[in-house]
C-alpha cells in the first residue's frame, strides 16, 4: 500500500492576525480623521468670511479631505478583497485537502487491486478494467490537484499586489495629514496676524475716540468696549435719539471713518452696536419687553450712524435687555450703570 504524507501549508496561519491589525489600524486612523474633521470644522467656522488667500486655503483642505476620504474607501474595498480571497483561499485549501485524501485512497485501492490481479490471473480482463477505471479517477484528481495549486498560487499573488496596495495608499494618507497640517498652522498664522492687526485698529480708534469725546462721566470704557449711558442718547423709555446723543454720535462717526481708511480691505471688521436695560420691566405698546427697548436703540444707533456715512455692513446691531449687567445689585446708581449702548470693533 503507497501512503502519501499530508502537509498543509504554512505561512497563512498570520492572516487573521495580519487582517485583525489591518482592522485596529484603520480604525485609529478613522479616529484621527474624524477628530481632525471636527477641528477643520470648528476652524471653518470660526473663520468664516476671511479674505480670499483664508478662503483659498480652506477649500485645499476640503479637497484634501475629500481626495483622503476616497483613498480610504478605496483602502476599505481593498481590505474587502482582502478578506474575501483568504475566505477563498481557505475553501480552496479544504478542497485540495480532501481530493488529496481522495488520491491518497484511489493509490491504496490501485494498489490492492494490482495484488489481487497478481494473485487471481483468471479475472484479468475485469480487473484491468477496474484498474484502469481507477486510473482514470487518479488521474482526474491529480489534475483537479494541480488546478488548485494553479489557482492558490494566483489567489497568493493577488494578496500580494493587494498588500503593496495598501502600503502605497497607507504612504500616501501620511504625506497628507502632513499637508493638512501644514496648512492648519498657515492658517492658524494668518489669523492670528489678522487678530492682532485688528487689535491694533481698535487699540488707535479707541485712543482717538477719546480725544474726540473727552473725559465724560457718561461715556467709559469697559474691557474692549466704548459704554455710552442711555440718558445721553435717549429720553426715558425711548428710542429716539436726541440732539445731545446725536452730536457725541457725529463724533463717533467721524472717528471710525478715519480709522476705517486705514483698515486693509481684507479685514473682515465690524463695528458692534450692543443695547441694554436695567433689570426694572418695561410694558408698553411700542416695547413689550426690555428686549424690544434694548434692540430699537441699538438699531436707532444703527441707522444714525449709516446716515453719517458708515458703511451698512461694517455695523450690527444686538440687543440684549437686562441679561448683560456690569453693576450687580440694585438701586438708581447700579440701575444707571446697567442702562446702557456699547460699542465694539471687532470682527465678523
Known sequence: ?????????????????????LSSLLLVFIF???VFALAQFFLGKALSGRDE?????????RELGDLLSLEQAANADLRSQVSQLSASLRSA?????T????????EADL???????????ARTEETAGQLEERQRAL??????????????AELRQQLADIKVALEASEQKDVEQQAIIKDLGRRLNTALAAKVQELASYR???FGRLREALGNRQDIRIEGDRFVFQSELLFPSGSATLQPQGKAELDKLARTLLDIAQQIPGDIPWILRVDGHTDVRPINTPEFPSNWELSTARALSVVRYLVAQGVPSNRLAATGFGPYQPIAQGSGPDVWAKNRRIEFKLTER
Open 32 to 34: 484621527l480623521l474624524s
Open 93 to 97: 485549501e479544504e478542497d485540495r485537502d
Open 139 to 152: 488521474t482526474s484528481a491529480q489534475e483537479e490537484v494541480a488546478l488548485l495549486n494553479d489557482q492558490l
Open 111 to 121: 494498489s490492492q487491486a494490482r495484488e489481487r490481479a497478481r494473485a487471481a490471473e
Open 1 to 21: 500500500m503507497i501512503g502519501r504524507s499530508r502537509r498543509r501549508p504554512e505561512g497563512l496561519n498570520s492572516w487573521p492576525g495580519f487582517v485583525d491589525a
Open 203 to 205: 487699540s488707535e480708534f
Open 53 to 61: 488667500a483664508l478662503a483659498r486655503l480652506n477649500q485645499q483642505v
Open 99 to 106: 481530493l488529496q485524501d481522495r488520491v491518497a485512497g484511489l
